[in-house]
């Protein structure tokens, strides 16, 4: 299809935007013009990257009564150019989500020197932190798609990743049922989409052998009324930031450098090859850019010359319930009702998570979705909340909540990965709109990039070789909440600051706060200790073991007291002194 | 594993374990633990630094800390074994303490009774479904407390508390003093939820504002808070719509409420009140599970501390009889039940044939005047007046007589007069 | 004449007291009883209120020592009190009850630690 009939079609369709499209050789279509609403423009956006021939969509249209913030790039980027060359890599990734993390640990093999480039002040920080942790089968992903391809695969490969990187992975399947017959028809389509798409172990199951898949579903009394039920044996359940931040300390361990708070603001293009980036902190010149950039993939993209799609923020709600709240599967187990069909028909893109759990055995409800004009707006609302909460079976109450957030996913139009050496601009490499099931397509997208940058690197003549003190190992530290009674006497005797049990929700002791503070990627706010430790993270939300934190970070890190940030700079906890105290420590 | 075996077990040395202590030795226990997860006695009270607490047990008006005193320097000299720095991680429904400590590792604790005294914790502001941002500045007035009392430090410049029992208001007075500018208190609820005179020395001296029937909806700063969203409340206290308001500050502090800590108590099978939060406790102070006692705000939230030492006393006296032999293993029980205007009675039960017992109870709504009866059986067992009741006060009396078989109805009739 | 209004907080009734002078003589209306009677008196001829603030603590084993008036202060005089007390150092070992400041601020009242503080063992116990 020619640009001017997109353009008059897309026009007749949503009859109060005034557009004009623009469609390159590649494919890419640019919208420009006005828009009623953030709604509106969304849509308009959707339904362009499915009209023939448009392989995605930059989508510059203004909504009407709607400004989208930008980040003051120009500044940034004087203040990174003043500063100077900072570092000199092969590879610089920006951005330090599970993608990022992904690559930096992948690449970390070949005798590289890697810089991860992180705008926030830890790993996870963005989509990745957000996220529920489930690793998706692969079975409700559109067959042929790239997502399909790298979720069914990046599935099968979290069992590796687990085991060389020691983090918790749960492989609790899971079910969906339904107690209708006409709804069975559904739950075939999914079956069929899964077998396509090669989900390993999918079945269709009767009453029976459901209730002895998921144990619950006899207790409750809902098993003898399944009609059918699809049973998913791959589904897992990780802790996201978790496995960000295992990868992120293989990657540390193995030579690959982090900085943090440190905005892309450039990117360097020379004779068509990338050079480097432009960082706030300075400049870092490597021979590839990997961008990982999550919700400012597109902008990053458009830095590099290459303006290939847009994103926008798709926001999620999550509850965390009291571990009191015992979930009533052991697997995630839905029942499917005509509401979850219509449901899912009608929002294909956008309607969000169910009830699930963490590894740690809290029930976690959502996330909601819903599409914002504001890529750093991760405020909650009512309803969105209540959306999140809405999806669970009756067990489920507010009463429960012991923590609720936000994540904003990053959504283009075209509702699948880009993953691709960049065609405009050699030597980058774009990793753009991972948004879900990023997570359990992460070992998958490594790979994938690994493949397109080694490749590429044998092409120029200057082929990747394997480092031989590569190592893929990493282990967990202990968690003393885990541990028997035995164990956790012997951990003392080895290190007394074990014995000290600095958060009672979680239980988690001074020695693992410690041991974070020293381990490779080390946490610098109170936020990124609760990642690493979980201390913080129970039912009374660090009202109590915040102080104690706070005052081991200062003592370890050196630092005053009113240095320490919850999450990065510009939230200290503490802002001065008692009246009458001397200023500083 | 280093094993320990004691006749009573105190969990948790705040006012209600110390007292609970002190009583275990004086009645008459010979190895009496108690263990206390901090690196010194007296728990929360030792960030309670203004004055009012003891006027009903000492008779003058001490410092939170003062209080503490009194109990810590009677423990120290009455041989109680104290355990400082030590963590109890589970008590089993066999009276068993698994606690661990730096020095020791990892103790087995045998005891005879254990008494449960680990108080309780603060709602947060994700728990009251507080929308919006989440930046920082947004803080329990429990831990702004130990900031600003113990450390010494002041979280915010510009304050707005959400809450307004009595940490609440402490705080706004506390806050003023050291230069924080408390701009108002918000109160969900029709009515303040702490003491008048609280309201009076800590709020209108200072003329802080307080407003009722209105909540904080939002917290707005991606970095640091700088403003909250504030709405009145319908009846049903869902915000109303168009009455939203926006108030600039750097800190919002909550003081939305206590639950007792009862993981614990879970985790040795204590059957819990829904109401009150705390175990089923019987006239001894005894949970469901026999010789394992609990007391102070871990029981229910108390407003008084005076209180808070004689459920430990009580929880106490309870367990070194347990140990004697003197309670009876599987006691039948009669229960208490909370009639017209009570919300709810601690304890819940009591034993068949025992002579009476403590009672506490928070009333439903504020009284003017008022009679309270216990009735059981068709008999009046007691008769009382009182006069201006309210939720937040506490209202404890002596039940005396013997229990019988029948359930006893605690009720409160308002006295009306032209 | 200078008329004022209190709530009163001898009891939880929370009477609203008016006050004021007439003829040398100080009235009191709104009270419920004898002792709401005293009350309105002395907030309106001498407010007196309990002091209670922390003071800096070296070598303690926490770096504020909680204190409190021995009696009731003249209110007006809070403020002067808190002042001079914050410019005030101390070193543990401190006993409950310990003089802090005498009669500070001339008002006849001490200021007394309100509690006992150990010294640290160490930095870290």
């Given at each position: 299809m020619e640009a001017k009939e997109i353009a008059r079609k897309l026009n007749k369709a949503f009859p109060d935007a005034a557009l004009e499209a623009e469609l390159d050789a590649r494919g890419i279509l640019t919208i420009r013009g006005e828009c009623a609403g953030w709604e509106e423009l969304v849509k308009i956006g959707r339904r362009a990257a499915k009209?023939?021939?448009?392989?995605n969509v930059v989508n510059e249209l203004s909504a009407k009564g709607v400004s989208v913030p930008r980040k003051d790039y120009a500044a940034l980027r004087a203040k990174g150019e003043a500063a100077g060359t900072i570092d000199e890599a092969d590879v610089v990734i920006v951005g330090a989500g599970i993608s990022g993390c992904g690559v930096a640990r992948e690449l970390a093999k070949y005798r590289w020197k890697i810089v991860v480039v992180e705008a926030a002040d830890d790993v996870a920080m963005g989509a990745t932190k957000a996220n529920n942790g489930n690793i998706h089968p692969g079975h409700a992903v559109k067959s042929g798609t790239l997502k399909a391809k790298l979720n069914v695969e990046g599935n099968r490969l979290y069992d590796k990743w687990a085991e060389e990187l020691d983090f918790e992975l749960q492989r609790c399947g899971a079910m969906g049922f339904v107690t209708s017959r006409p709804l069975g028809a559904a739950l075939k389509y999914s079956y069929r989409q899964a077998k396509r798409n090669g989900v390993a172990g999918v079945e269709l199951v009767d009453a029976e052998r459901a209730m002895e898949l998921e144990p619950g579903l006899a207790k409750n009394g809902l098993g003898p009324r399944i009609k059918l039920a699809l049973w998913l044996p791959s589904m897992g359940l990780v802790e996201p930031y978790q496995v960000a931040l295992a990868l992120a300390e293989n990657a540390a361990q193995n030579g690959v450098r982090f900085l943090f708070n440190a905005t892309v603001a450039g990117v360097i293009v020379e004779n068509g090859a990338v050079a480097g980036v432009v960082t706030e902190k300075g400049v870092v010149r490597a021979r590839y850019v990997v961008n990982c950039a999550g919700l400012y993939a597109d902008e990053i993209s458009a830095m590099a010359g290459d303006k290939g799609y847009t994103i926008h923020a798709r926001r999620g709600v999550i509850a965390i319930l009291d571990k009191a709240a015992q979930p009533e599967y052991r697997t995630l187990c839905e029942r499917i009702t005509f509401r979850e069909v219509r449901r899912a028909l009608e929002h294909s893109e956008t309607k969000g998570g169910g009830m699930c759990r963490t590894p740690e055995g809290n029930v976690l409800m959502g996330p909601s979705a819903l599409e914002i004009p504001d890529k750093e707006d991760l405020s909650t609302t009512p309803e969105e909340l209540q959306y999140a909460m809405g999806r669970g079976d009756d067990t489920v109450s507010y009463a429960n909540i012991i923590r609720f957030f936000a994540g904003n996913r990053p959504a283009d139009y075209k509702e699948d990965f880009i993953i691709e050496m960049s065609p405009v601009t050699d030597g980058f490499v774009n990793v753009g709109a991972i948004q879900s099931p990023g997570l359990a397509a992460a070992p998958a997208v490594a790979r994938m990039v690994e493949g397109i940058v080694t490749e590429h690197a044998a092409k120029t003549g200057r082929p990747a070789e394997i480092r031989a003190d590569w190592n893929p190992l990493r282990r967990r530290r202990p968690e003393f909440r885990h541990m028997s009674r035995a164990e956790q006497d012997a951990l003392i005797r080895e290190n007394p600051a074990y014995g000290k049990i600095v958060c009672r929700c979680e239980c988690v002791t001074e020695g693992e706060i410690l041991d974070a503070l020293r381990s490779p990627v080390p946490p610098g706010s109170v936020d990124a200790v609760k990642r690493r430790t979980r201390a913080g993270m129970g039912r009374c939300q660090g009202g109590f073991c915040q102080p104690r934190v706070l005052e081991i970070m200062a003592r370890e890190l050196g630092r005053k007291r009113t240095e320490v940030t919850l999450k990065g700079e510009g939230t200290e906890v503490l802002l001065r002194r008692n009246r009458g105290e001397e200023a500083g420590e | 594993m280093k094993r320990v075996s004691v006749d009573v077990a105190v969990v948790g040395a705040g006012p209600a374990g110390l007292a609970a202590a002190l009583e275990a030795r004086r009645s008459g226990a010979k190895r009496v633990l108690l263990i206390e997860r901090d690196a010194e006695l007296g728990g929360i009270l030792q960030q309670c630094i203004h004055d009012g607490f003891g006027l009903h047990r000492f008779g003058r008006r001490m410092s939170g800390n003062q209080y503490a005193q009194a109990f810590i320097d009677e423990v120290e000299a009455s041989g109680v074994e104290v355990r400082l720095g030590?963590?109890?991680l589970e008590v089993t429904g066999a009276r068993v303490i698994y606690a661990c400590s730096k020095s020791e590792g990892m103790l087995e604790i045998e005891a005879g009774a254990v008494i449960l005294a680990m108080g309780c914790r603060e709602r947060t502001a994700n728990q009251v479904l507080i929308c919006g941002d989440r930046p920082?500045?947004?803080?329990t007035a429990g831990a702004v407390q130990r900031y600003v009392n113990m450390e010494g430090y002041l979280p915010g410049s510009r304050a707005v508390i959400l809450g307004s029992g009595d940490i609440g208001l402490i705080m706004a007075r506390r806050m003023t003093l050291e230069g924080i500018e408390v701009k108002a208190v918000y109160e969900v609820m029709p009515a303040p939820g702490g003491l008048t005179r609280n309201i009076v020395q800590c709020l209108d001296e200072f003329n802080i504002p307080l407003h009722l029937s209105t909540t904080v909806t939002r917290v707005n700063g991606r970095k640091r808070v700088e403003s909250v969203a504030v709405a009145r409340v319908d009846k049903n206290l869902k915000p109303i719509p168009g009455t939203e308001e926006t108030v600039g500050c750097d800190l919002l502090v909550l003081a939305v409420g206590l639950i007792p800590e009862n993981e614990l108590s879970r985790g040795a099978g204590v059957a819990l009140d829904p109401r009150t939060k705390g175990p089923v406790l019987d006239d001894v102070f005894m949970t469901s599970v026999p010789g394992v006692f609990a007391c102070g705000n871990v029981a229910v939230v108390f407003d008084l501390v005076d209180y808070v030492s004689q459920s430990g006393e009580i929880a106490a006296r309870g367990a070194v009889d347990f140990i004697a032999g003197g309670l009876c293993r599987q006691p039948q029980y009669v229960p208490v039940e909370a009639g017209e205007n009570v919300n709810f009675v601690v304890p819940q039960r009591l034993r068949h044939g025992c002579a009476g017992a403590r009672l506490f109870l928070r009333v439903k709504k504020p009284l003017r005047e008022a009679v309270l009866t216990c009735e059981s059986g068709g008999r009046m067992l007691m008769q009382k007046s009182l006069r201006h009741l309210a939720p937040p006060e506490m209202i404890a009396f002596d039940l005396a007589g013997r229990i019988g078989d029948a359930p006893v109805a605690v009720s409160i009739r308002e006295v009306t007069r032209e | 004449m200078n008329e004022k209004q209190f709530v009163c907080i001898v009891c939880p009734s929370g009477c609203r007291l008016t006050v004021w002078e007439e003829n040398g003589e100080v009235k009191v209306e709104g009270n419920g009883c004898k002792r709401g009677l005293a009350h309105g008196i002395g907030e309106y001829t001498n407010p007196m209120r309990m002091l209670t603030t922390t003071v800096a603590i070296r070598g303690g084993t926490q770096p504020r020592l909680p204190v409190i008036s021995s009696g009731e202060i003249p209110k007006e005089k809070l403020s002067e009190c808190l002042a001079a007390l914050y410019g005030l150092r101390f070193d543990a070992p401190v006993k409950c009850g310990d003089v802090i400041c005498e009669n500070i601020c001339g008002t006849g009242a001490d200021v007394v630690a309100s509690r006992s503080m150990g010294r640290a063992a160490s930095k870290e116990e």
């Open positions: 009209l023939p021939g448009v392989k | 030590t963590m109890a920082a500045g947004v803080l | -």
